[in-house]
């Protein structure tokens, strides 16, 4: 068994409501291992999300510690996580969250630019990305000249190529079609899988549930070990 | 029929939700309207001020008697009319004494003349009072108000100082007053008290009296020489018809202020119809008629619009004191010195400014409520195809631009000498090359995007996030443009004027000293010099030529119009240029008495050309007509001047005298040492002497003409700050709408100050293209101002004087104002919490 690449430990978070304290995960403990593809399950409310944006350094829990390829996510700065988040971590949004005045080309490059890439090796990763990801020829094409299924592809492109070591989605396929997100989701467990990234993928959805290694279940901010029999 | 209520209740929601949209709408429509008022109530109260003034209390008197010299009438002229049966007379004397720190004017008066406190004073003094004045030694009555404020008890002595010189008098009553801000500082007294105080012992400052036509010349014929009879100058009706133009000047840039919080309002309510685009066709689908939707974006632009007014009116009266200050100080420099000034509301000007404003605001909202209206409840519109509705109006906006600049064109030509048409087509042309900046701001972006593409992505991402949101940047690059070019125009048309002024004054200064008998301001010459002062001075070493001027007033069309008696012995004939006639023979004729000068305004504003004749009074009423010889050009009196020779004023006039003189000095003098001779000379002299180089003259008149522009720089200023507001609200704007981007690009690795430099570079690409498309505005605006608007208020020509750094300063001050409404943009995405922009 690999050593765990990211370990949450005793990870609670409330937030203030009308002055009463609102408890969104309590004492969330768990690991996540090397190259490891898992799926958060949960209601909606349940934390799944707030959970996943604390991994991804954009949220901070109220107690507890995350500790990512062993550093303490907690004892950083903003802009260590900022640098942090460039490096080591790729986001995938229900929603795309593509930038509408960017082309294809342009979205996918951008992990890459914003780490000093070259442009010449930049043209060479997003090429090679295109037809990872069957988008060549659309490169000049902006997001809403693209279906929903080809902007979630290039979303997932621009969440990989800078070859971070864990990739977070948060229902990448939530927006899709059940065909295309199938078609979605296949290529993000593939590409992850070939190059060894760590993919946690919130969910509600049992097909991707079942794509994945293991499955977490969150309920009532408190955490468990599930299996795909999760009550869909 | 109003729209539902709960459509109304849902708009009072959404600006509750977007409380800085809703407080910069509010601010754009206060700024435009607290400029806009704070002018007009500046000029009411300018203009009331100068019609309240002592100067006016008897505002029935026809005629004014005067002094001759500087010393005042002699009292006993003043005693003999009473006593030849002449009963509508006052004696008037007037001067400052400081009480208790605070600056009084003291009012010398003869309790019997009754006409002095009519209505028009709005004074009231009990009759015993009245006679207390003549009675007790001292006594002086003060306003009601004044003794309650300053806690001064009746009949207490008061500590007084007059030039410097202590004295006392004794409060023996109050008065009170209609126009109490005017009067508040004022101290009735007898007038050989007042003389005594004010040490005019045995003179008047002038006798206001009531002639008929009949009586006028047997009047001017029993004057002794030392005093004339005059027409009592109708002072407001005079003021109204000199300050005109300068009024009608700062109206029209208020207005533009009002121009520019139009273009935010319409900017706010096209964004907020964005904003709810999706909610609009849900309630369409609901079943909400289209009327409703239109008549809820009316009523929500009324309500701001009106909260804004007030706001402004509030706003407006502060700032309207401020700008009082500056009108007064114009109309001191320029037209006749004024007594008291107080600032009062006009409701008039109020309730216009309010209507203006809200006539604006519907004006503006009716496009944005046109397309509320239009939305069908299947319209799920997203930003992109707004903004390709916006792509599809470019060429008819470009279009009615056009014809709106051919209308302007039309309006120049046929209102010829109009100055409001003047300023008609001056609009037009603004808001006709505000149509046109849409289409020129999609051509600048597609010029600069091959280069600046090349830069990277992110500078990439910040040229398209400006074309991608044109509708929104598009208005805050217009109101910035406009202002911009206002500063651009008006001040091309200052350095420009000023360039000429200087280049007159240089031309006209032909001596290089003068020694003129003058009162308190700087600008004016009034007054008499001894005449044996001028063979004197010619005689005086390294003196060349004597040239001397007498400075009087003569009506023109009822307008009190400057008169130079000049003698301009042999260099005086070097400081006028001529616009028509000129030449040797031309000098022979002026001195000869047969032709007078005119200078340009006189010339422009009665129509008037050489050859024609020009019809004015003497101090007896009769008749002079004139032969114009030569305009001039002339930047000293915006109503026009007349210069005439001493032969043919003599003829006509029986005032006699001279007010200055000038002496060209040889090229060996040594100017000092001529300096000293004449102060010895005019030691001793009974009224005030200057003696001044052609140099200090220069540098006073281009000190004044530069206090003149003071409120141009401060409405220019105001303009731009409405404009700062549109583009800060802009940018709120379209970064809030943004947040989601930000926050992904955030989570993608992107640092905050990277975040930061891209909103830097957007609001500098938004102020360059403001202040590159304000250049060719400000340049067709200053050739309006100089060549029209010049020429329609003042009379006056002059050469465009252009510098390149003009172009710099556009644009620098177009980048700075940008940069400025930048910056709590940037400090927002720097603070962007990315959790919240993602779920944004």
Known sequence: ?232 | MLPPMSLLRSSIRFFRQHPWQFWLTLLSIALGTAVMIAVDLANHSARQSFANSIDNVSGKMTHHIVANSGQGVPDIVYANLRLAGMRQTAAMIEGDVVIAGEVFQVIGIDPFAEPLFDQQSGVSIEPMLMLQLLTEPSAVLMAERTRQRLGFSLSSELALSVNGKQSSVMLQGVFTSTNQAVMDNVLFTDIANAQQLLRKTGFLDRIELILTEEQIPSMAQQLPQSVKLITSPTKTQALDQMTKAFRTNLTAMSLLAVLVGAFLVYNTMTFSVLQRRKQFAVERLIGVTQRDLFLQMLIEAVLIGLVGALLGVFLGALLGQALLMLVMQTIDDIFRSTDQVAFSINVWSVVKGLGITLSAVILATLVPAWEAAKTQPVHVTRASMLEGRFNQVLKPLFFIGALMGLFAFVVLVVFQRSLIGGFFALFLMVIAYSLWIPSLTVAALAILRPWWEKMGTLPAMVLRAVHSSLSRMNIAIIALAIAVSATVGVGIMIGSFRASVADWLAMTLQSDLYISSVNDAESRVEGKLPESWLSKAQKLPGVESVSSGYSTYVEVEQVPTPLLVLNPGEHGKQGFRFLEGGGEELWQDYMAGEVIFISEPLAYHHDLNVGDRLLTKNEQGVSVSAMIGGIYQDYSATQGMLVMAPGFYEKHWRDRGISSIGLKLTASADGDQVRQALRALTEGASTAIRIRSNKEIREVSLAIFDRTFAITNVLRLLVIIVAFVGVFSALMAVLLEKTREFSVLRATGMTSTQLAKMILMQTLLIGFLAGLFALPLGWAMSELLIHVINQRSFGWTMERVFSGWVIFEAIGLSMLAALLAGIYPMYRMKKLIIREGLSA
């Open chain 1, 1 to 232: 068994m690999s050593s765990p690449i990211i370990t949450v430990s005793n990870i609670s978070y409330s937030y203030q409501e009308a002055g009463k304290e609102q408890a969104v995960l309590s004492d969330v403990s768990f690991a996540l291992n090397r190259g490891e593809c898992v799926a958060l399950l949960g209601e909606s409310g349940s934390g799944k999300s707030t959970l996943l944006n604390i991994i991804g350094g954009i949220d901070q829990a109220s107690s507890g510690e995350l500790s990512i390829q062993g550093l303490c996510m907690s004892e950083m700065s903003e802009p260590e996580l900022t640098l942090f988040r460039r490096e080591h971590l790729g986001f995938i949004y229900q929603l795309f969250n593509l930038i509408p005045t960017l082309t294809v080309f342009e979205n996918i490059a951008l992990p890459l630019e914003l780490a000093d890439v070259p442009l010449t090796e930049r043209k060479k990763h997003v090429s090679a990305w295109l037809a990872n990801v069957g988008l060549e020829g659309r490169e000049a094409a902006f997001p809403d000249q693209l279906s929903g299924g080809e902007q979630q592809r290039v979303a997932v492109a621009r969440a990989l190529i800078h070859k971070p070591t864990i990739v977070l989605a948060d229902e990448p396929t939530g927006n899709l079609d059940v065909a295309t997100g199938q078609k979605v989701l296949s290529l993000l467990t593939t590409i992850a899988k070939s190059t060894g990234q760590t993919l946690l993928i919130v969910t509600h959805s049992k097909v991707v549930a079942e794509a994945a290694d293991r499955v977490l279940v969150l309920n009532h901010g408190q955490i468990s070990e599930g299996s795909t029999g999760y009550a869909w």
